[in-house]
C-alpha cells in the first residue's frame, strides 16, 4: 500500500506479540457474577498506546508503537479527573423533582389515561460510546474517525470539545447504572466502541476493553436493566481510513462483520436485542462530508459527496446484512437483530400530486434508501432512475441475502417536515447533477403551510427539530401500513429534543426545569400510545434520547438532549423535569390494567379531542420555502450573500446569490454538484433540512420622502449651498420633500452638513465658469475625484480636491462610509437615517455596553423631539425602501454576530430588529437556520458570506448607496458607468458592429462594411434539389444541411469536407434538423411519405433508431439542454411529444389541434416555445404546464428562435413579418422588414457576435440582415429562388450561410479574398485546391470576395 506508506512517512514493520484467546470462557471482575464466552478463533493482545510511534504500512502491524502512531495522527489526548473505574455509592431512594407549584405536563387525550402498554413494550434510555464514554486513549483503546475529527480539523465541532473526556461514563457506569434502577428505567440502549474492542479495526481483540464490556454488561443485568446494544455508532476505527478508505471499499464489510460476530458471539447470552448500525442515513449529513485526502488517504478519489455517499450506504447494508444472517442462520442466536433508521414525517404540503410525490421522494432518500430488508433487497426506483451510476448495483446474490435481513422496524424518529415541490420540477432536477436540490429533488419545510411554525422549535443549532407530536403518530403507521407494510412490529429506538439555548444556562435551577424537552416527551409518547391503541401499529419499544448530557457530534456541548445534567467540573449528575415526565408517563400507562382492545379507533392523520394549544415558537423556522413562488432570504448583495466557488469556504468567488436553507444532522449535499459537495469540510449531527434554494422578490412597502432628481439645486439665494458655490446652476428639491421628514432641519447634501460648504468655484484666486463645456463643473470634478481614487491615484484625488474645493463626499457621508466599513451598526443607522425620540437608530450592537447590549459610541442622542420629528440623516434615492435597508444592515451585523460566536446577541438581533421589519419570512427562516453552524467558517459556506473581514461590507455599501440620493453619495464607479453608455451608444448606431472587443475611447468608434460578412466566399453543390433548412453544431466544426432530395449533408467546416451523407427511405424530403447539446446526436425531420424523425450517431453516420409513430410530416425536433430527451413536433393533430434517448415516449402534451409547425426550447431548459399555424404556445417545460397562449390573426407562423439569455423569441411569419417578442409576456419588442414571405417557409435566426443581428431568407432570393433595433444593414443577392434558411455561425461571428431552392448552400465570410470557389458536388475541398483553373467545373469569379483558407 504505497500511497500509505507516502501518506504516513515512512513505514516500518513490528511485529505484536499475540496471545491467542483459549477455546474458554472467563469471569468478570468481581469474580462468580456472570461468565462470558470467548469466541473461537480470535487471538488478544494486551495494548500499552504510550509506547513510541512508529507508522506502519498496510493495516497488519499491530504492535503497541503502530497504535502509538494512530495516536499521534490525532494528536495529544486529554485526560479526565477520574482514571479508573469508580465503586458506586447508594442512590437516595427519591430525588428532587418537579412539585404542586409547577406539576408536571398533563396527557391531551384523557381517553388513554387507562390504558396499560403491551406486555411486550420495552423502554428505556439511549446513548453511544463516542458520545458519553471519555478514556479516548485509556485501556489500548485505538482512535476512531471521531477522535481524529474532533482533534485535528478546525472548528469542526462548534466548540472545539472532543470526546476525549465528556461523562467520562467509561468509568462511571456503575455509578449511571446504579442510579438508573433507583430511578426504575428498566432498560439502557448503549453502543459498544469498535476501536475499543479492535484498536486497528481488525487484528488481535484489546483485552482491557473485553473486560471493560464485560463489567458493563454483567452491571447492567446486576442492577436489573435489560441492554440493548447497539453496535456500531459512527466511531469507524481510524487504522480503516488509513488502509483503505473504511465505507467507501468493500473490505469493510468482512473487518465489520468480523468485529459484530465476536461482540455478539460473546454476550448474546445477556442482550436479546440488537441494533447492528446506528443510523446508515448518517452517510448522507455526516460521513459524504468526512475530509478524505485532507487528514487520512482518499482512495479510489473518493473525498466525498454523492459518491462517497451512496458507496457509504452499499457497504453498510451488506455488512448489516451479512451479520443478521450469519446471526440466525449459523450461530442460531436468541435475539432480534436490526438496524436503527434515522427519518422523519413528510407530510405533503398540498393535496397535489406535486406536493405528495415530494413526500414520497423524501422517505425514498431516506428510509427507503435502506428498506431493502422490507421489499425486494434492493434500492427504490427513484434512487436507480435519479442517480444511475453514482449508485452502486446489489448482485441478485446480495439482494436475497439483504431481504428479510430485520426482525423488526426501528426508526429514530425525532421530528415531522412538510413536503414541497422543488422549483422547476423533479424531472428538471433529477436531470441535473448540478442542481442544488439533486439527487432528492424534493423539499421540505418546518412551516405550516400558511407559514405558521409545525411546533416549538428547540436549540437552533438543531434547526431541523420541531417538537411534532401528532407527527410520530402518522410516521408510525405511514411505515408499517404504506412503505412497509410487511414489518411485523415496530420500535422507536430513538426520539428526544435539544432545550433552547441550554448550554447557555448558568443556574442550575433554570437548566433543571426544561419544560419544552418535558412537554416533548410527555406528548410523544401519548402519540406512540394513540399509534398503538387507535391504529392498531405493532409499536413494541421505545428509548428516550439521552441518558444524560453528551457531546452532541459537531455541535460539541452547545447542545443538550441529557434526560440528566452533567456537570462537566465534577462530571455529577442530576435529574432534570423531563426524567420525571418520562418517567410519570410510563408509571402511569404501566400500573393501568385497562384494555385498550375496545378503544374508539381514530385514524393517525385525525386529531383526538381535547387536544390543546400548541406552543407558539418564538425561534424563526429554518427551512427554505415550499413553492414554486419560491422565498428565499435574497438575491440582493447587502445581504451578505456572497456566492462561493466550487471548492467550498475557501477561494470565495463573490456574486449575486442566495442563501440555502439549511440545518444541522439530516443534511443532504449542500452544494452545487456532487463535486461541490465532497469538497467540504463542514460535518453536520442531527436533523433533515430542507435545501431547496430560491430567488427574492424586492419589496415595495415601506418607502420613504425621496430626492426626485439627482443634480437639482435650490435657487434661493440665501441658502447654503454644499458644494463650493453660492449660487448652483439648478433648481433643488424643497426642503420639505428632502429633509426626512422635518422641513426645519437641514439636511446635507453630497454628505455634508447643512451648512457645509463643499468646494469653491474662485481656486487659487481664479474665477473659473460653474460649467465645464455645458456641464455642472462641480458634478465633472467630483466625479473625476472619485474616478481618480478608483483608478488608484489617490494622490491626484486629493490634489484635484485641495485645488478645486470640492470634496467627493461631506462629513456625514463620509462617517456614514466609515462606520459601515468598520461595522459599527448603531453609527451607521443614525448616520443613514437620522433619529426619532423613540428611535435608537441601532438596536442591539456588536459588543456589550455597560450592561447593556448597545454599542457606546461616546456620544448622546439627545431625545426630546416629538416622535415624528427626524434628527438628521441622508436624502434617500426614488423608490428606496428604509425597512429593506435597515435589513440590509441588520442582517450583516446578525452574521457578524454569528461569525464572532456570540448566538445570544445574534438571536436578539434577529428578534428584536429584523423580525420587525417584516421583511420576507424565507429570508428570516433563512437567517436562523445560520444558528446551527458550527464554525465561523461553517457560516461563511453556508450563508456564502466572506466573513466581515473580506468584502462583505463593502458590498453592503455598495447595495445601500444605491438607495442614497446620487447628490449625496455619488453612486460607485460613475465615470465607468458613462463611458459604458457611451460605448453602448456607439455600437448601437454602428450598423456593422460585429464584435465583442470593447472600441476604443480615443477615437469615434464605427465598422467599416468590409469587416462584415456581406460576400458569399463558398457554394456547396452537394444537394440535387431545393436545400430546405442548415444549421452548425454548438461548437461550430460542422454544418448540417438537409434537401428536398431526402438528404442530410454534414460538412467539416473547418475543410468543408463531407462527413456524412444521411439519407431517408421512401425520398422524403428533410425539412429539420436538431444537434445534441454535445453535437454528438443529431435528429432529422422528414416529409411525406416517410413521415418520421431519425435520431443519428454523428460521429458514424449511422442511423440510431426512427420514430415512425406519425401519420403527417414531422416538422421540428428540439433538445433538452441536458441532453437526455428531446421534444419532436409534426402536424398530427397531438403533434407534440417528449422523447428519450431510447426512443421511448415519456409525455405528450394534449391540446386541440397540435399541428406544429416549429418549435424550441430556451437555453436555460424552462420555456419550450410551440408554433402552430396562428398561434403561439409557451409552456413550463419543467412541469410542462402551459403557461400562455398568443394568437396571431390573418398571418402564417413559419419559425422561431429563442435567445441565448432565454429572455425573447424570434418569430417569422408571412404576411412579410419577423417579430422579436418578450417570451413570457408576448410583447413585440422590435419588427423587421424588407423581407418576402407569402407563400413559403422562410426561416430567421439570430446572429453576429452577442446575437446583435437578425438574419432571414426571403421569397426574393435575399438574404436580410438587420441590428436587433430594426435598422436594415444588408439585402444581399443570395440565391436563385427562395431563400429558405440562414444560419450564423455559433463561435465565430464572421460567417453565416444560406440554403436556397437553386440546390446550394453559400457561406459568407468578410471581403478580403480575391475568388469566391464554387464546389461541384463530387469534389471536396482540397481537391478544389489543385483542380485546373481551365476546367469548366471549376468557376472563379473575379471580384473581391472572401475565401478562408485551410
Not at 448500525?277 to 487520512?296: D, F, H, L, T, V
Not at 448530557?549 to 462537566?568: A, K, M
Request: glycine share 8%.
Amino acid at each position: 500500500m504505497a500511497s500509505v506508506a507516502s501518506w504516513i512517512l515512512n513505514a516500518f514493520f513490528i511485529s505484536g506479540l499475540l496471545v491467542t484467546l483459549a477455546p474458554t470462557v472467563f469471569a468478570v471482575s468481581n469474580a462468580g457474577a456472570l461468565m462470558f464466552k470467548s469466541p473461537p478463533g480470535y487471538s488478544s493482545k494486551s495494548y500499552n498506546a504510550s509506547a513510541t510511534p512508529t507508522a506502519s504500512m498496510a493495516n497488519k502491524d499491530f504492535s503497541d508503537q503502530a497504535l502509538a502512531f494512530l495516536w499521534d495522527q490525532v494528536g495529544p489526548v486529554a485526560t479526565g479527573p477520574v482514571t479508573t473505574t469508580v465503586s458506586p455509592t447508594p442512590e437516595p431512594s427519591s430525588y428532587p423533582k418537579p412539585g404542586v407549584l409547577h406539576p408536571l405536563i398533563p396527557s391531551y387525550d384523557t381517553k388513554l389515561a387507562g390504558i396499560q402498554l403491551p406486555k411486550n413494550f420495552k423502554w428505556g434510555v439511549a446513548s453511544s460510546a463516542f458520545q458519553v464514554e471519555g478514556a479516548a486513549k485509556d485501556e489500548g483503546k485505538g482512535p476512531s474517525i471521531w477522535d481524529l475529527l474532533s482533534h485535528r480539523v478546525p472548528n469542526l465541532v462548534a466548540d472545539n470539545t472532543t470526546g476525549d473526556v465528556v461523562a467520562e461514563h467509561y468509568y462511571l457506569y456503575k455509578q449511571d447504572f446504579a442510579r438508573l434502577k433507583s430511578l426504575g428505567i428498566p432498560s439502557f440502549s448503549p453502543s459498544i466502541s469498535w476501536p475499543r474492542i479492535f484498536p486497528f479495526g481488525k487484528g488481535p481483540v484489546n483485552e482491557a476493553g473485553v473486560k471493560h464490556y464485560d463489567d458493563v454488561i454483567a452491571e447492567l443485568v446486576k442492577n436489573g436493566i435489560t441492554p440493548v446494544v447497539t453496535l456500531f455508532h459512527w466511531d469507524t476505527p481510524l487504522a480503516l481510513f488509513n488502509e483503505y478508505g473504511a465505507w467507501t471499499d468493500r473490505q469493510i464489510v468482512d473487518d465489520y462483520f468480523n468485529y459484530a460476530k465476536f461482540v455478539i458471539e460473546r454476550y448474546d447470552q445477556y442482550v436479546d436485542t440488537w441494533f447492528t448500525i446506528n443510523e446508515p442515513q448518517y452517510c448522507n449529513w455526516q460521513y459524504s462530508y468526512y475530509p478524505a485526502g485532507k487528514y487520512y488517504p482518499a482512495y479510489n478519489g473518493v473525498t466525498g459527496g454523492v459518491k462517497a455517499r451512496f458507496l457509504c450506504g452499499h457497504y453498510t447494508l451488506l455488512a448489516h446484512a451479512k451479520v443478521a444472517k450469519w446471526y440466525h442462520e449459523e450461530f442460531k442466536g436468541r435475539g432480534r437483530i436490526s438496524f436503527k433508521n434515522s427519518g422523519n414525517y413528510f407530510e405533503p404540503n398540498t393535496t397535489s400530486q406535486a406536493d405528495q410525490v415530494a413526500a414520497q421522494r423524501n422517505y425514498d432518500f431516506s428510509i427507503g434508501w435502506f428498506g431493502g430488508p422490507w421489499t425486494d433487497g434492493d434500492y427504490p426506483q427513484s434512487l436507480k432512475d435519479t442517480l444511475g451510476d453514482l449508485l452502486p448495483q446489489y448482485t441478485p446474490a446480495e439482494k436475497a441475502l439483504i431481504k428479510g435481513s430485520c426482525d423488526f422496524y426501528a426508526i429514530d424518529g425525532y421530528s415531522s417536515f412538510y413536503a414541497f415541490e422543488v422549483s422547476g420540477g423533479v424531472e428538471a432536477c433529477a436531470s441535473n447533477r448540478s442542481n442544488t436540490n439533486f439527487p432528492e429533488c424534493a423539499g421540505s419545510t418546518s412551516t405550516d403551510p400558511d407559514g405558521f411554525p409545525i411546533g416549538p422549535a428547540s436549540d437552533p443549532a438543531m434547526s431541523w427539530l420541531y417538537d411534532t407530536p401528532t407527527g410520530i403518530r402518522r410516521f408510525l403507521k405511514h411505515i408499517t401500513t404504506v412503505l412497509f407494510p410487511s414489518v411485523p412490529d415496530i420500535m422507536v429506538s430513538e426520539f428526544g429534543f435539544a432545550e433552547p439555548f441550554e448550554s447557555q444556562l448558568t443556574s442550575k435551577n433554570e437548566i433543571l426545569w426544561d419544560l419544552r424537552r418535558a412537554n416533548y416527551y410527555q406528548y410523544y409518547l401519548d402519540n406512540i400510545l394513540a399509534s398503538i391503541v387507535y391504529d392498531k401499529v405493532n409499536v413494541t419499544g421505545a428509548w428516550a434520547w439521552a441518558i444524560f448530557d453528551n457531546i452532541e457530534w459537531s455541535s460539541g456541548l452547545t447542545v443538550r438532549f441529557g434526560l440528566q445534567y452533567v456537570n462537566y467540573t465534577d462530571l455529577t449528575r442530576t435529574p432534570k423535569a423531563s426524567m420525571f415526565q418520562l418517567l410519570n408517563w410510563f408509571d402511569n400507562q404501566s400500573r393501568n390494567s385497562a384494555d385498550y382492545s375496545h378503544q374508539p379507533f381514530v385514524l393517525a392523520d385525525e386529531t383526538p379531542q381535547n387536544l390543546p394549544t400548541p406552543f407558539t415558537s418564538d425561534h424563526p423556522a429554518t427551512s427554505n420555502s415550499r413553492s414554486s413562488n419560491t422565498r428565499s432570504i435574497s438575491a440582493h448583495l447587502p445581504l451578505g450573500i456572497l456566492s462561493q466557488s466550487p471548492s467550498g469556504p475557501s477561494g470565495t468567488t463573490i456574486t449575486n446569490t442566495t442563501i440555502p436553507a439549511s440545518s444541522n444532522k439530516r443534511r443532504r449535499s449542500l452544494s452545487g454538484s456532487p463535486e461541490d459537495s465532497e469538497s467540504s469540510e463542514y460535518i453536520n449531527t442531527r436533523g433533515r433540512p430542507s435545501h431547496h434554494r430560491s430567488k427574492r422578490r424586492r419589496g415595495a412597502d415601506g418607502t420613504m420622502r425621496l430626492d426626485t432628481e439627482a443634480s437639482q439645486r435650490s435657487q434661493s439665494p440665501s441658502q447654503n449651498y454644499s458644494n463650493g458655490s453660492s449660487r448652483s446652476p439648478g433648481p433643488r428639491a424643497s426642503l420639505g420633500k428632502i429633509a426626512n421628514g422635518n422641513s426645519h432641519i437641514k439636511t446635507e447634501s453630497n454628505g455634508s452638513a447643512a451648512s457645509y460648504t463643499n468646494g469653491n468655484s474662485v481656486p487659487n484666486g481664479r474665477s473659473l465658469p460653474p460649467t465645464f463645456f455645458g456641464h455642472d463643473r462641480e458634478e465633472v470634478t467630483r466625479i473625476l475625484i472619485q474616478s481618480l481614487t478608483d483608478l488608484g491615484y489617490h494622490g491626484a484625488a486629493g490634489a484635484l480636491c485641495q485645488e478645486s474645493g470640492y470634496e467627493l463626499e461631506g462629513p456625514t457621508v463620509a462617517a456614514f462610509r466609515s462606520a459601515v466599513l468598520q461595522g459599527d451598526w448603531a453609527e451607521a443607522e443614525v448616520l443613514l437615517f437620522g433619529t426619532r425620540s423613540y428611535d435608537d437608530g441601532g438596536g442591539i450592537g456588536l459588543a456589550d455596553g455597560d450592561g447593556g447590549y448597545s454599542k457606546s459610541h461616546g456620544k448622546s442622542i439627545k431625545n426630546s423631539w416629538s416622535p415624528a420629528r427626524h434628527i438628521g440623516g441622508l436624502t434617500l434615492a426614488e423608490g428606496a425602501n428604509e425597512n429593506e435597508m435597515k435589513f440590509w444592515m441588520r442582517q450583516q451585523k446578525y452574521l457578524e454576530l454569528l461569525e464572532g460566536r456570540d448566538l445570544g446577541t445574534a438571536l436578539m438581533v434577529l428578534r428584536q430588529e429584523l423580525t420587525p421589519l417584516h421583511q420576507d419570512v424565507g429570508r428570516l427562516h433563512a437567517l436562523s437556520s445560520l444558528m446551527m453552524c458550527q464554525s465561523a467558517e461553517d457560516l461563511k459556506y453556508q450563508a456564502h458570506w466572506d466573513g466581515a473581514t473580506g468584502q462583505s461590507r463593502m458590498l453592503l455599501l455598495s447595495e445601500l448607496s444605491k438607495s442614497i440620493s446620487p447628490s449625496v453619495m455619488i453612486p460607485e464607479h460613475r465615470l465607468a458607468v458613462l463611458l459604458d453608455q457611451v460605448k453602448e451608444g456607439w455600437i448601437s448606431n454602428c450598423l456593422y458592429h460585429n464584435t465583442a472587443a470593447s472600441p476604443s475611447l480615443y477615437v469615434d468608434h464605427g465598422c467599416d462594411r468590409d469587416d462584415f460578412p456581406s460576400k458569399a466566399v463558398l457554394e456547396l453543390r452537394h444537394h440535387t434539389d431545393e436545400v430546405w433548412f442548415l444549421r452548425f453544431s454548438h461548437d461550430g466544426t460542422k454544418l448540417a444541411t438537409t434537401s428536398k432530395d431526402a438528404t442530410v449533408v454534414i460538412y467539416d467546416t473547418t475543410t468543408f469536407n463531407v462527413l456524412h451523407t444521411l439519407a431517408t427511405d421512401n425520398g422524403s424530403g428533410v425539412c429539420y434538423v436538431a444537434w445534441s447539446p454535445d453535437d454528438t446526436r443529431l435528429i432529422s425531420c422528414a416529409q411525406a411519405q416517410e413521415n418520421s424523425a431519425r435520431v443519428w450517431d454523428t460521429k458514424t453516420g449511422r442511423c440510431l433508431f426512427t420514430i415512425s409513430e406519425f401519420n403527417y410530416a414531422v416538422s421540428s425536433a428540439a433538445w433538452a439542454p441536458n441532453g437526455q430527451t428531446f421534444v419532436i413536433g409534426s402536424q398530427d393533430i397531438l403533434g407534440l411529444g417528449l422523447w428519450t434517448l431510447d426512443g421511448e415516449k415519456i409525455h405528450e402534451w394534449k391540446e386541440e389541434s397540435l399541428r406544429v409547425h416549429d418549435l424550441a426550447i430556451s437555453p436555460d431548459g424552462q420555456r419550450l416555445v410551440v408554433l402552430l399555424e396562428q398561434r403561439i404556445l409557451v409552456y413550463d417545460f419543467v412541469t410542462r404546464e402551459k403557461l400562455c397562449e398568443w394568437v396571431l390573426e390573418d398571418v402564417k407562423l413559419t419559425s422561431i428562435n429563442i435567445s441565448r439569455n432565454s429572455h425573447h423569441m424570434l418569430i417569422s411569419m408571412n404576411d412579410n413579418k419577423i417579430r422579436l417578442m418578450d417570451i413570457d409576456t408576448g410583447e413585440v419588442i422590435q419588427s423587421f422588414s424588407g423581407q418576402k414571405q407569402t407563400e413559403f417557409i422562410i426561416r430567421s435566426a439570430f446572429g453576429g457576435a452577442d446575437e446583435n443581428f437578425v438574419v432571414s431568407g426571403s421569397e426574393d432570393s435575399k438574404v436580410y440582415i438587420w441590428r436587433t433595433n430594426g435598422h436594415l444593414v444588408e439585402a444581399l443577392d443570395a440565391h436563385h429562388g427562395c431563400v429558405n434558411a440562414v444560419a450564423w455561425h455559433p463561435k465565430d461571428p464572421r460567417v453565416f450561410a444560406s440554403a436556397g431552392d437553386d440546390h446550394k448552400v453559400r457561406m459568407y465570410e468578410i471581403s478580403n479574398f480575391p475568388y469566391m470557389i464554387l464546389a461541384p458536388s463530387h469534389l471536396t475541398r482540397r481537391q478544389m485546391e489543385t483542380f485546373p483553373s481551365n476546367d469548366p467545373e471549376f468557376e472563379r469569379v473575379r471580384r473581391p470576395i472572401a475565401f478562408r483558407c485551410e
